[in-house]
């Protein structure tokens, strides 16, 4: 999961070309909970998120939650195939999220078709962790992705509960909060706090992601 095709745009390279700041409008604010689009819905605009994070997700026939992605700042999403929207994304706590008109200079922007296809490897990566790996490697591939996706540093924001790691790795939310402990005895970790992470040992858990 920490091997990339393609170079990952740091966030300031993606705010500038797609999204140019506008002196003095305001970022539009989604507070916790807020549903940006729903499945269903006419798809055509892609989004950016300032700040905070969104998931993306979908409800399974049986009531089940299946989280695909996890969008951060800087991140751009919304890319559809379809007519209309696939998925539900929703805000994790207050989060910033700006609209943007697809139009057809945008479309043609030589950061378009990178952005798509940085997004369809993330997917891709997603489904291998899910198919191929034991829980405990699912859990060490999303501590190295949150990782470098925060800039490498090993101190971690998790801007996530439990919860929607759970559903994002297709675990129980028991399963989850074990493993962190797991980790924790084997000296891969530090846990300062429900959202806050320090990995003590990246090498053990990249050799548990590959």
Known sequence: MTTHTMREFSARELHKPLFPTVIGQPIPFYPSGTEIYSQGEKAGNLFQVQFGCVRVYRLMADGRRQISAFHMSGDVFGFEAEATHQFFAEAIGGTGVRKILLTPEIAASPMFLPLALQTMSRAQQHLLVLGRQ?????????????????????????????????????????????????????????????REVEILNRQSLQGMSE
């Open 134 to 194: 034991n829980a405990a490697e699912r859990v060490a591939a999303f501590l190295v992705d949150m990782a470098e996706r925060q800039g490498g540093l090993d101190h971690l924001d998790l801007p996530m509960p439990r919860g929607d790691i759970g559903d994002y790795l297709g675990l129980t939310i028991e399963t989850v909060s074990r493993i962190f402990t797991k980790f924790r005895q084997m000296g891969f970790i530090q846990l300062e706090g429900s």
